[in-house]
């Protein structure tokens, strides 16, 4: 009675010991299954040393027409939008002043003259003929100069861009015309600090515009500034573009390229770069012995669906292109069949 009452609970903890050790031979086949890797071997290739800046395009020189003189505005002969050649008579201003001026200066000569005289017969001082002399000459100095500025002209061959006043102001603070020379014109770009050595005065360079699509236009490195920004870690460069056409104006938006040959470089297929969450380090899972190390690359271009490698890699080296999600530094794998 006894035994059968037992046996219902030995085949009870029998069965219980059977699922057990199914269970952990099912975890430790879970446990010993690799992840499974695709891999690809680093190549180098010729590649194009090019880079890309963007700016702003600016008149290669700006001239604000104004007068010291103070006289009120007669004339203003162009307006915004004009063309405008060098030497050409802009802005004629009101003679009035002169004509003042003039009449003192007239006055001054015979005060000097009567002074002289009485020198000759003893009646005076060569100190009152010596302030005589002084004011006679600053007064036909500053004659000279409101006559220089009653008719104004142009420095350089160019286009109004801003006109502050009309005929019968009197101009104050602003100048009167701005003329901006748009042939040649220039885009100032901010360029790393590590293409320093490569960029010289003079070279050429290549220009776009978003609003003239594919189309190019030439133009050259026309001056380097000599420091480097300590925060951007980049340097000034200014780049004249011929203006062609007259299609370019400032105020657009440009592309710069500079090209500095072709080197041979390692490339990486972009399915094996990663990017490190929350920062720009970039990195990839190199394969070697059966293990992944994680392994932190610096890139250059894009090139298509692969990246120019910098540093951190080698030519021969394997790199996992599929089935990153699982690893970890140190991780073994198994190769993808």
């Known amino acids: 009675m006894k035994t059968k009452k037992f046996l219902p609970i030995v085949m009870l903890v029998l069965a219980l010991a059977s699922c057990t050790s199914k269970d952990e031979k099912k975890a430790t086949d879970v446990k010993e299954e690799l992840p499974i890797v695709e891999v690809t071997t680093v190549t180098q290739e010729n590649v194009k040393q090019n880079s890309e800046y963007t700016g702003t395009v600016e008149a290669f020189k700006t001239n604000n027409i104004s007068s010291n003189s103070g006289s009120r505005i007669k004339q203003i002969l162009v307006n915004v939008g004009s063309r405008v050649s060098r030497g050409q008579r802009l802005v004629v201003l009101d003679d009035v002043n002169i004509a003042q001026q003039q009449i003192a200066l007239s006055n001054l000569k015979r005060e000097l003259e009567r002074a002289r005289e009485l020198v000759k017969i003893g009646g005076g001082t060569q100190q009152a003929v010596d302030q005589l002399q002084a004011q006679y000459d600053a007064t036909a100095r500053a004659i000279r100069t409101m006559q220089e500025n009653t008719v104004l002209t142009s420095p350089v061959s160019g286009v109004v861009t801003a006109k502050n006043y009309d005929a019968g102001d009197l101009p104050a603070g602003l100048p009167i015309l701005t003329i901006e020379q748009q042939q040649p014109l220039k885009v100032i770009v901010n360029v790393n600090e590590s293409e320093y050595p490569h960029v010289r005065k003079g070279m050429p360079v290549t220009v776009t515009f978003d609003t003239y699509g594919d189309e190019v236009f ?118 993808k069949k």
Not at 248 to 271: E, L
Not at 273 to 298: A, C, I, M, N
């Open 218 to 335: 030439q133009g050259q490195v026309y001056l380097i500034h000599p420091t480097v920004d300590a925060t951007s870690r980049t340097f000034q460069v200014e780049v004249t573009i011929t203006n062609r056409q007259d299609k370019v104006r400032t105020g657009m938006f440009a592309r710069v390229a500079f090209n500095y040959g072709s080197t041979m470089s390692i490339v990486v297929p972009d399915r094996a770069v990663q990017k490190q969450v929350g920062s720009g380090v970039r990195y990839v899972w190199v394969y070697q012995g059966g293990e992944v190390e994680l392994r932190e690359v610096e890139l250059g271009q894009r090139l298509e669906d692969r990246y120019e490698v910098k540093g951190g890699l080698s030519a021969g080296s394997q790199v996992v292109i599929a089935g990153a999600s699982r690893l970890h530094d140190g991780a073994k794998v198994q190769l």
